[in-house]
């Protein structure tokens, strides 16, 4: 693949197994998670990581930053943060020539973005971030503000400590391209990560770090979703995907359980989401086309934070992976 005007020629395919190999020298036992993290950049969508704490989720997504020649930002998200503490304010400035406003951007003017514990941040932070992962902009002061062609949010939260936190607005929810689950290594993995640490320790201690292998560069991600617009989706393959999505609405016309689980089903966005990732998730598998063990594969991601399950379904303790297992064991392909 060619680059633009001054862009040398970059391997996008090269590039992306870098990037896997790099994160997953640094994240041990959670290849599903890498992957996701890596569908989520390709489709340029935004990613929310759910799991307890210490299981890397932060150390994944600073993995993917330190392997890419991006600007990388973090943001702690606290019950007192401030809308301008995300996206910046308006500033008083005093000259010769005179006084004036000037915005100075806040930190969510960078390329990779990670919101630590995103729901612990009020209603007024949640919207000003809304803006920016939907439209890639901010407005402050009525003035928009466009963000970085490369932008993408990695937002994680912890499933079970709940005082001090604000559930997130179906409509956040809705513009994370994935809503993916970290959990617990394996025993093999976990000894491997004790290793990992430990040898990090000791190079810390040793003196200067060995110098990082060159970056990631931004034009190969973007030659390799130019190439993502390219790849070939079968009839059958969006038939399959329009039908699984649309089963969340009309659950009763599959399974009377169903019909009793789930309040309101998955809007359009979720059809054009689970498209995009499912593309994505082929061209990482070295094919020019799509096949439904693609959409099958990304659909708990894709689906699970956009359902709304019905009071039933909560007092069965019926999660939302266990719906939508059961809608793609009822939904055939076309």
Not at 30 to 48: F, T
Not at 252 to 264: F, M
Not at 272 to 286: E, F, P
């Amino acid at each position: 693949m060619s680059g633009g005007a001054g862009v040398p020629t970059t391997d996008a395919r090269a590039a992306f197994a870098t990037l896997r190999a790099r994160m997953g020298a640094a994240i041990i036992g959670q290849e599903r998670v890498i992957e996701r993290l890596l569908i989520a950049l390709l489709a340029d969508g935004n990613v929310l990581l759910e799991g307890l704490p210490g299981v890397a989720k932060t150390r994944a997504v600073k993995s993917l930053a330190a392997a890419m020649e991006a600007e990388f930002r973090r943001i702690q998200f606290t019950p007192d943060l401030l809308p301008t503490d995300v996206v910046g304010s308006e500033v008083y400035h005093q000259t010769t020539e005179g006084s004036t406003f000037r915005f100075e951007p806040g930190p969510v003017f960078g390329n990779l973005i990670l919101v630590d514990e995103i729901n612990r941040a009020p209603a007024k932070v949640q919207s000003a971030l809304l803006e920016a992962m939907e439209e890639r902009q901010v407005t402050v002061a009525g003035t928009t503000h466009r963000l970085p062609p490369l932008f993408m949010v990695m937002a994680t939260q912890n499933p079970i400590e709940q005082e001090g936190t604000y559930p997130l607005p179906e409509a956040q929810l809705d513009r994370f391209l994935l809503h993916a689950r970290v959990d617990y290594p394996a025993d093999a993995d976990e000894k491997s990560v004790l290793r990992l640490v430990r040898g990090e320790e000791q190079a810390a201690r040793s003196g200067a770090p060995p110098a990082p292998p060159p970056p990631v560069p931004q034009q190969a991600v973007m030659e390799a979703r130019a190439a993502l617009s390219r790849l070939h989706v079968a009839d059958s393959i969006d038939d399959y995907v329009v039908a699984l999505v649309c089963a969340t609405r009309r659950p009763g016309d599959y399974d009377q359980d169903l019909d009793r689980w789930i309040e309101v089903g998955a809007s359009p966005r979720a059809t054009i989401a689970l498209d995009r990732a499912s593309r994505a998730r082929a061209w990482l598998q070295g094919r020019d086309h799509v096949e439904p063990d693609d959409v099958r594969d990304v659909a708990p991601d894709v689906l699970r934070h956009r359902l709304i399950l019905s009071y039933e379904a909560n007092a069965d303790r019926i999660a939302a992976d266990a719906v939508i297992a059961k809608l793609l064991s009822l939904v055939a392909v076309a």
